[in-house]
Structure formats: structure tokens, C-alpha cells
């Protein structure tokens, strides 16, 4: 059974940083891109970050120069670290797994981590 479970998520103030952690399933992690998505209220759900069982990373323009993804697959775990957060991060973001060959929409996906930023 595939398991992605993200901790981390919170409350912080404009300019604050987080930092986002996935707990991936031993069986697919090796091979896995592994990628962090978010869902703003009311929108739909976009790409923030993905980074490849070779350490490739993928950024969305909204994550350049703020956030960072990484993973240490000794854990099995993928991390994002945010920085210079502003009030438009808020949404829920969610650990995504997919085989390199195939959509994001196709993967797994695990159950969402609440991001607010507000003073």
C-alpha cells in the first residue's frame, strides 16, 4: 500500500518560512519524482516544486527564489523549505509520487497540509 503522509504545515506571519516534510512508502520512493503541489482556496491545484530520483528539480515560477525542495531518500522522505512567505502561499499543499513516465494526475497523492499566512 502506497503512503504519503505530509507534516508541517501551519500558521506564520508574511515573511516567515516553513518547512514541509513527505513521509513516502519505502516501495515507491527510490524510483519516484516526487513533487509538492498547493490549492489555493477556490482555485485550482498547481505545481510549486518536483525533484527526480536523480535530484532534477522542476520550480514553478512562484516558488523561484523562495521555496526549495529536497529529499534524502535514505529517509524516504521530500522536503520544501519556504521562505519570504506572503499571504498569496496560503493554500493546502499536498506530496505528490509519480512514475517519471507519467502525469502527476496519475500518481499518488497524500492528504494535504494546511499553509496560512497572516498577520
Known amino acids: 500500500q502506497v503512503q504519503l503522509v505530509e507534516s508541517g504545515g501551519g500558521l506564520v506571519q508574511p515573511g516567515g518560512s516553513l518547512r514541509l516534510s513527505c513521509a513516502a512508502s519505502r516501495s515507491i520512493f527510490s524510483t519516484a519524482v516526487m513533487g509538492w503541489y498547493r490549492q489555493p482556496p477556490g482555485k485550482q491545484r498547481e505545481l510549486v516544486a518536483e525533484?527526480?530520483?536523480?535530484?532534477?528539480?522542476t520550480n514553478a515560477d512562484s516558488a523561484k527564489g523562495r521555496f526549495t525542495i529536497s529529499r534524502d531518500n535514505a529517509k524516504n522522505t521530500v522536503y520544501l523549505q519556504m521562505n519570504s512567505l506572503k499571504p498569496e502561499d496560503t493554500a493546502v499543499y499536498y506530496c505528490?509520487?509519480?512514475?517519471?513516465?507519467?502525469?502527476?494526475?496519475?500518481?499518488?497523492w497524500g492528504q494535504g497540509t494546511q499553509v496560512t499566512v497572516s498577520s
Open positions: 505528490n509520487a509519480r512514475n517519471r513516465y507519467a502525469s502527476a494526475r496519475l500518481g499518488y
Open positions: 525533484i527526480s530520483s536523480s535530484g532534477s528539480i
